[in-house]
């Protein structure tokens, strides 16, 4: 059980080695040529346009449920009219830059490990460093800057639209007037929230992309290695999203409030 553990232990510290050092080369790459504008465009049209249809029915559905839950609730304290203060706070702070993210997680990081393992194991890496173009700047950074760029904006939309589903539920069967409803959110929304809320999808974004690539290069035993690195990469990245999420709230908390 010891050797076990050992070794466990050993490949688990090799794996985070290899993602750190990914990560460097990464972020070392944007700042260099050549530069592969073509790619990143590409690359956002995938990520985000792509992306925005489950995060429109992601955000508009977790607001409505969460209007509909709260409300009964608040009306036990005779509380429903501040709703609106309710779900603006929880999407804006955490649902909406989380739930993106693992949206983004089940879509984008998963595509991703599975198109780079399928180019590692029918070697189409090997050709690419043949030709003399370094992987990293052609699929990674493109990817990276995607992701890193589109999250945020995909969070606004979701934080829009989970905002929009709350008040068609808090107005249509809350009985809820469409101002007070409004009143609530800005009156209870502040700036620190907001920031929050966008600091955040940066970190979440670059997590999702940069373990996807790692997961899809690492891609071992054909396509069968293809279907273990997807899910090791969803999973990866979902987890990852939960245990940032924690750790950048613990700090911004104390730096903002």
């Known amino acids: 059980m010891l050797s076990t553990f050992d070794r466990w232990l050993k490949a688990a510290a090799a794996e985070v080695q290899e993602y750190v050092r990914l990560s460097w080369a990464t972020t070392r790459a944007v700042f260099s040529r050549p530069f592969y504008y073509h790619d990143v465009i590409e690359q956002l049209d995938a ?12 955000g508009i559905f977790t607001g409505a449920v969460l209007a509909l839950q709260s409300g009964l609730t ?23 830059p989380v739930l993106t993210a693992l949206m983004l997680a089940g879509r984008v990081g998963s595509g991703i490990a599975a198109e780079l393992g399928s180019m590692v194991v029918t070697d189409q ?23 890193v760029l589109m999250a945020p904006i995909l969070t606004i939309i979701a934080d829009f639209m989970g ?26 929304l502040y700036m620190n929230d907001v920031w929050m809320g966008i600091v955040k999808p940066f970190f979440l974004g670059f997590v999702i992309v940069s373990i ?8 071992k035993g054909g396509t069968q ?26 700090l911004m908390i104390t730096l903002l409030y």
């Open 47 to 58: 990520i985000g346009v792509g992306s925005l249809t489950v995060v429109l029915l992601t």
């Open 125 to 147: 890496i090997n050709a690419l460093r043949a030709l003399g173009t370094d992987p990293i700047r052609k699929l990674v950074v493109p990817r990276v800057l995607a992701g």
């Open 74 to 96: 608040l009306d036990q304290f005779g509380a429903r009219p501040v709703v609106g203060r309710l779900v603006s706070a929880s999407m804006v702070k955490e649902l909406g």
């Open 225 to 250: 290695g293809v279907g273990r690195a997807t899910t090791n990469a969803v999973v990866g990245a979902s987890v990852a999203v939960l245990v940032l999420d924690f750790f950048i709230t613990r």
């Open 163 to 188: 905002i929009l589903g709350g008040g068609i539920i808090a107005i249509q069967q809350l009985q809820v007037p469409a101002s007070v409803y409004w009143k609530s959110i800005t009156d209870g």
């Open 212 to 219: 996807g690539c790692h997961v899809g290069l690492n891609t």
